[in-house]
């Protein structure tokens, strides 16, 4: 499979524990982008990476969260501390180097529930 | 700021029935890019189609065709002869054509299609 992959789907929580979710872009896409999709909502930019480098974050990043990509390939995004307001799908997607149009792909996501 | 509106929340048609699908943007850039993505019930978001700013030739692709007029600033989407596999949730999406920036999302249109 060749898709955007992500690890895990569904993770259930308690208020207060430490989450950390993995994403795997299509190799060679070298721009990787998180989101957030809350229900009946769509899909929320939080943060974006080029190559190693993270070069955009949304003020909907709080500080509880932080993402790496550490070797330019696969990404993660940990949330610390938390909450119920923090359930929700996240979602990768990835694009490839080069036209300035060209499309995102997404991954399945890993939805979260906090209890 | 960049926002679009798809004011349609759900629709629900009979199989056969043709549907469009409305999305209406806002930007004051004049080098865009405009999306339409499927979220199945599986979740993952499905690339359908993009179009750039200068470009408003309308588009066929099977069942599904995209009327973009710059006038009015919409993108909307027509599904001609539903199936039921056409049951999903429809998002359209805009991105700046000035560097890498995210995608903007609506929030999204659930299509129904009754057999």
């Known amino acids: 499979d060749t898709g955007v992959s992500q690890d895990p789907r569904h993770k259930i929580t308690k208020r207060g524990q430490n989450v950390t979710f993995r994403c795997d872009p299509i190799s060679e896409h070298n721009r990787l982008y998180w989101y957030r999709q809350t229900l009946g909502q769509g899909p929320e930019f939080l943060t974006y990476?080029?190559?190693?480098?993270?070069?955009?974050k949304s003020r909907l990043l709080s500080d509880r969260f932080s993402a790496e990509r550490p070797k330019g390939s696969f990404s993660t995004l940990e949330i610390q501390r938390t909450e119920q307001g923090d359930s929700a799908m996240y979602l990768c997607?990835?694009?490839?180097?080069?036209?300035?149009?060209?499309?995102?792909?997404f991954g399945p996501g890993t939805r979260l529930t906090v209890l | 700021a960049q926002k679009v509106t798809q004011a349609q929340t759900e629709i629900s048609v009979v199989e056969k029935e043709d549907v469009t699908l409305d999305c209406v943007y806002e930007t004051r850039d004049t080098t865009y890019y405009l999306f339409w993505y499927k979220q199945p019930p599986s979740g993952e978001l499905v690339f359908l189609i993009r179009r750039n700013s200068f470009d408003e030739q309308n588009e066929i692709s099977g069942r599904y065709s995209w009327n973009f007029q710059k006038s009015t600033s919409s993108f909307n989407f027509t599904i001609t002869a539903s199936q039921v596999v056409d049951s999903a949730v429809y998002f359209c999406?805009?991105?700046?054509?000035?560097?890498?920036?995210?995608?903007?999302f609506g929030k999204g249109t659930r299509l129904s299609v009754i057999a």
């Open positions: 999406a805009l991105r700046l054509g000035s560097g890498n920036t995210p995608l903007v």
């Open positions: 990476f080029q190559n190693e480098a993270q070069l955009e």
């Open positions: 997607a990835s694009r490839e180097t080069g036209a300035v149009y060209n499309e995102q792909f």
